[in-house]
């Protein structure tokens, strides 16, 4: 035991050099992984990356230099073997983790992918897997979406990746699109001169008829239905929904102005046999007693 522990001691004499270098180069790879994190945030700060994402990208960069400091250190220590058996545990509880949490490393990647995506960024009106609002975040699991109504929807980033986006803030312009019907006695062509006029005269953006698109569509089942179309300046599908309800309420106007009805859904009722009414009941009863005796 005494020869045992004597052994000990003359290994940590002997190695003591190599634990003072190796503690002083674990020591400035944590100053320098201090000092590559705010480096990093300063330069990220630049780009259009989300900030959450910015914090992510620099903090795993400083676990990494930290992490070639520790290896670094045992290297110079001679624990060869405990740095081996390190980079085994490590993959195997890589592959562990990996399959265990494959939705969520799913969900961080795509939230990586999406913070460099151009089209896709805070502050745009998006409309994704039936959902539509305004992106107030994008982290490293969801994108946060506020809806009309102001409650938040949040879409797992691999959702966001993997369906399609329509995204109503990269262009300046939106098309509004109304359909309706009149009556079929209507005269049509008057229907078109007053819809078109009207769209002209409720809003700026649209210059001329040229600017306004008018189609008569079908013949419904109790009207002649047409559909409307016309450009606005807009980068929000709420601006979209207000030019709607403004023309929907300026048509109605003008339809009423002009004596030009939107018909309710009618239905034709056909009786076949018609029926016998009579005045007298008791005659009816009297009647049917003699057909029965006969």
Known sequence: MIDQIGSWLEKIVVNLPNFVIACIVFGISFLLSRYVNNFMLRILKRTSMQDTVKHVTARLTSISIIMVGIFLALGIMNLNKMLTSLLAGAGVAGLA???????????????????FVKHVKMGDWIESNSYQGEVVDIDLRTTTLKQVDNNL?????????????????????????LTCGVTYDADLDLVREVVVNTIIDNFEDVGNKQGVMFFYTEFGDSSINFEVRFWIHSTSGIEIL??????????????DKNGISIPFPIRTIDFSNKLQIAKNPEKL????????EN
Not at 159 to 177: D, F, L
Not at 242 to 255: D, M, N
């Open 153 to 177: 929807v949040s879409i797992p980033n691999r959702m966001v990746i993997e369906n399609p986006v329509k995204n109503y803030s990269v262009t300046a312009q939106s098309r509004v699109i």
């Open 97 to 115: 983790v990996g399959l265990a949490l494959q939705g969520t490393l799913a969900n961080t990647f795509s939230g990586i992918v999406l913070s």
């Open 242 to 255: 207000k030019a709607r309800g403004e023309a929907i309420v300026a048509i109605k106007k003008a339809f």
């Open 285 to 292: 009863a009297d009647s049917d007693n003699a057909s029965e």
